[in-house]
């Protein structure tokens, strides 16, 4: 109990850490759940691919969201609905690109793909795609987040609200996009 109380001091004080244990669980859980609807099961997971999702969501988003909500805040200091909705367009055309991008060439990178794969095989043929799908569903996400919760909560709410898009990742992650060699 006293190990659980110095966590939620901790959190409180250091609020990236909820973030970073939030994205430590989701992004892997969006992976296995995509690996679920490929059928596989307990013992025929890829689970280098979970543990390759829970790294970059350690590593790159959870970092990565907390400055940008951390920065949006500083911008736009008055919690309001206007506010929220300018945030959350301004993510839209700032943060939402560079994410992707990581994305695509962070993780075939992690998985021990070259950079050329990252950017012919990955980026260039599922950007665009996944950004028109990501205008129809992250701006009302943020906008709620930005208008109703609370400042150190935003980061593990927006992971939340980030599980079905990390199924998304998943499956667009490793969908092939040519047929090479056939």
């Known amino acids: 109990m006293k190990l659980f109380k110095h966590i939620i001091k901790l959190s409180r004080k250091y609020p990236i850490i909820r973030g ?29 691919r979970v543990l390759t999702f829970s790294c970059y969501g350690v590593v790159v988003v959870a970092p990565m969201l907390h400055g940008w909500v951390r920065v949006a805040g500083v911008i736009w200091p008055k919690e309001n609905l206007r506010n929220a909705v300018k945030k959350a367009l301004v993510e839209q055309f700032t943060y939402g690109p560079a994410s992707m991008l990581c994305f695509y060439t962070v993780m075939p990178i992690l998985e021990g793909k070259s950079l050329e794969y990252a950017i012919q095989e990955q980026l260039k043929p599922k950007f665009i795609s996944t950004y028109k799908i990501a205008l129809c569903y992250w701006p009302f996400v943020q906008t709620l987040n930005f208008s109703l919760v609370p400042a150190r909560n935003r980061v593990p709410f927006v992971s939340v609200c980030s599980f079905i898009w990390w199924i998304f990742l998943a499956h667009m992650n490793n969908i092939q996009t040519s047929l090479k060699g056939v």
Do not use: H
Request: charge should be negative.
């Open 20 to 48: 970073l244990a939030s994205y430590a669980i989701i992004c892997p859980a969006g992976c296995l759940f995509q690996q679920t609807y490929e059928g596989k099961n307990l013992q025929s997971f890829d689970w280098v």
